[in-house]
């Protein structure tokens, strides 16, 4: 289409994600079908769903450009993610880590857990129940440790939450967390290409209400993660 090489393959944009349910004709190598392309961003992201599910997959490709930002509102109440997204600037964003809701509204500014952003630290490890932590170092790249474990030196940002889900390549064992729930699960590839997951729930009336743990694991292997976590 010429209209869309008008500005040279580097500044692609195809596609609107806010708009579409099923996708272009377009398909990843997974074989999911595309909702975008921002080539000027290097981010895709594209449909994934099962017969009673249905989320979304975003690949973004530099990891230089991920952190973790902290709520910051005025008037001290909280914040969507979509908020949190503008007030820098970003171009994808994911929630991560717990909080205590507002009212469960989806708002909520009192962290549960440790958290770091830029190097600053913020709450406290949560010491039991199987919770881990996700830290991304100077270098970009994913390590997954148990919460209880001391904070790597060259960690940059963090967030705890459960389970993992794939560390150093391999799938973590799932006892628990099988039902179907709304999930956001972040992963990184070989190449240092961050993964984000995001699926529905909560929505009996469209017979979706969520996905487990084990299958947002084996979607998250099949896109070449080889660490991932639960947010």
Known sequence: NPDALAGGWENIL?????????GTSIRTTAGDPVLAVDAKNGVVIARVSGSDWRGAIAIASDPARLSLE??????????Y?????????????????????????????ELVGYAMSHGTAYGAHLQTGGYSRLELNAGHAFSIMDA???????????????????????AVPN????????RACIGQRAD?????????????????????????TELLARYGCVQAMNL
């Not at 195809?14 to 099923?22: A, F, H, Q």
């Open 14 to 22: 195809l596609g609107d994600p806010s708009r579409s349910s099923e």
């Open 70 to 79: 902290m709520a910051d509102p005025p008037d001290g109440s909280g914040q």
């Open 175 to 182: 006892p628990l967390w099988k039902g179907p729930k709304p």
């Open 192 to 216: 240092g290409s961050v993964v984000m997951l995001a699926v529905e729930g909560y929505l009996p009336l469209e017979s979706r209400m969520g996905v487990n743990i084990d299958a947002c």
């Open 148 to 170: 209880s474990s001391p904070v790597s030196s060259d960690c940059t940002d963090a967030a705890e939450f459960q389970p993992a889900m794939i560390v150093d390549g391999k």
């Open 81 to 109: 993610i979509g908020e949190i997204a503008a007030a820098h600037g970003d171009v994808l964003a994911i929630s991560a880590s717990g909080f205590v809701a507002e009212n469960n509204s989806g708002r909520g500014n």
